[in-house]
């Protein structure tokens, strides 16, 4: 526990929720067919998903954070975005 950082912890559950968010956006892209918006964002959601990795190896306390993250940014999305 002395090598968990909550400054880390929190940039991963903002993270993870934003990661969320852009996964429902790259969805509609794909199907809307517009490549290169999905591109763009599947390119950022990778590397906010590398950070989240390279975390969690070093501190397995670290997931926590980030499946809080990401039922947070799913959970908004799903809840207040509309086609």
């Known amino acids: 526990m ?4 909550w400054l880390i912890a929190a940039g991963l559950l903002v993270g993870y929720a934003v990661v969320d968010g852009l996964y429902a ?3 509609l892209a794909v ?3 517009q490549a290169m918006a999905a591109a763009s964002t599947s390119f950022i959601m990778h590397f906010i998903l590398a950070a989240g990795v390279f975390s969690y190896t070093q501190n ?4 926590i954070p980030l499946a809080i993250g990401s039922f947070v940014g799913t959970y908004l ?3 207040y975005i509309r086609q």
């Not at 002395?2 to 950082?5: A, G, L, P, R």
């Open 60 to 63: 397995f306390l670290y997931t």
């Open 25 to 27: 956006y790259y969805t």
């Open 31 to 33: 199907v809307k067919r």
């Open 77 to 79: 999305v799903t809840k």
């Open 2 to 5: 002395s090598d968990f950082n």
